[in-house]
């Protein structure tokens, strides 16, 4: 599995950036343009993500983007794990969506 900081993710602007934590969690603020799959629902979405180039998965610190990337690259796919998560996100000051 890759990794990457929450800063380094800024610079990437990843095309695929999945927020598996729970969806009132996703309400509450999250990056933009990233999308909510939460994370028991993993599973369910494995062919949709298959079809995903440039794959980065975020939570709010790292630890269940960590588990879902690590699920996925065992079915086969190449993901990026976002260190320190939306939580870090939001204490270096940059924007989220509601």
């Keep these: ?3 990457i900081t929450t800063a380094q993710l800024a610079e ?15 309400a509450s603020g999250h990056v933009p ?16 993500l298959r079809g995903l180039d440039d794959l980065h998965l975020i939570c709010q610190a790292g630890v269940r983007s960590a588990k879902a990337a ?11 794990n976002v260190e320190g ?9 940059r924007d989220v969506e509601r």
């Design 1 to 3: 599995m890759h990794s």
């Design 12 to 26: 990437a602007s990843p095309a695929n950036l999945i927020d598996v934590r729970e969806p009132d969690e996703f």
């Design 33 to 48: 343009g990233a999308r909510n799959i939460p994370l028991m629902a993993v599973p369910d979405h494995v062919d949709e």
């Design 70 to 80: 690590a699920f996925l690259e065992h079915q086969g796919l190449e993901t990026t």
């Design 85 to 93: 998560g939306t939580g870090a996100w939001i204490a270096e000051g």
